[in-house]
């Protein structure tokens, strides 16, 4: 299993900027991808980027495409998700995840961190 601790949350004015860190540890070894997915009150939960843990390559929502960079720095096994031009709507708690070699869906998870944006 994969242990995340999410970090960088925070209330911020709209069109402000937020850096969220997300540091796995455990079973590190076995990860092929981390994501970070999002869920407002009242709404299901949505994926909102992701990164493979080789080569790198990324995935965005539409809604966060051009304002949400993801990233990754395999040496401290952290993923962060840099966000920018942010709006109430991206207001919702972060999570989080990591999936393994075994696995086809994302199966590691963090508590969460909550993001607020005020207009």
């Known amino acids: 299993q994969v242990q995340l601790v999410e970090s960088g949350g925070g209330l911020v004015q709209a069109g402000g900027s937020l850096r969220l860190s997300c540091a796995a540890s455990g079973r590190t070894y076995s990860m092929v991808a981390m994501g970070w997915f999002r869920q407002a009150p009242g709404k299901e939960r949505e994926a909102v980027a992701g990164i493979t843990w080789v080569g790198g390559r990324t995935t965005y929502a539409d809604s966060v495409k051009g304002r949400f960079t993801i990233s990754r720095d395999n040496a401290k096994n952290t993923v962060y998700l840099q966000m920018n031009s942010l709006k109430p709507e991206d207001t919702a708690v972060y999570y989080c995840?990591?999936?393994?070699?075994?696995?086809?869906?994302?199966?590691?998870w963090g508590q969460g961190t909550q993001v607020t944006v005020s207009s």
């Open positions: 995840a990591a999936k393994q070699e075994y696995s086809s869906n994302y199966d590691s």
